[in-house]
Nanobody, 123 residues
Framework: QVQLVESGGGLVQAGDSLRLSCSAS????????MGWFRQAPGKGREFVAV????????YYTDSVEGRFTIAKDNAKNTMYLQMNNLKPEDTAVYYC????????????????WGQGTQVTVSS
């Protein structure tokens, strides 16, 4: 199996920035996509962003388009999510996830998940 560890969450003010990191270890494939999902209190988990194994293709949910940027370093098996101009509605637990697909936004095609990191944005 694959182990994923997120870091970088915290408490920030609206308009601030954070960078989340996700490190993968264990049974990893040479080519894989990694994505970010989030879950707000009382809500289901939703897709945020994904990047293809080669780093050339990415997709974002509409609410973060233009504010968040996803990146990947295959040599380090590490993924990043740069979050700018954070809003209170971005408050959630953020999870990184791993898939053997080239790229997908389908939650059921991600089989390995991190434990999550809390992001809280105050007014």
């Amino acid at each position: 199996q694959v182990q994923l560890v997120e870091s970088g969450g915290g408490l920030v003010q609206a308009g601030d920035s954070l960078r989340l990191s996700c490190s993968a270890s264990g049974r990893t494939f040479g080519r894989y996509a990694m994505g970010w999902f989030r879950q707000a209190p009382g809500k289901g988990r939703e897709f945020v962003a994904v990047i293809s194994w080669d780093g050339d293709t990415s997709y974002y949910t509409d609410s973060v388009e233009g504010r968040f940027t996803i990146a990947k370093d295959n040599a380090k098996n590490t993924m990043y999510l740069q979050m700018n101009n954070l809003k209170p509605e971005d408050t959630a637990v953020y999870y990184c996830a791993y898939t053997q697909r080239f790229i997908t936004i389908r939650e059921d095609e991600y089989f390995y998940w991190g434990q999550g990191t809390q992001v809280t944005v105050s007014s």
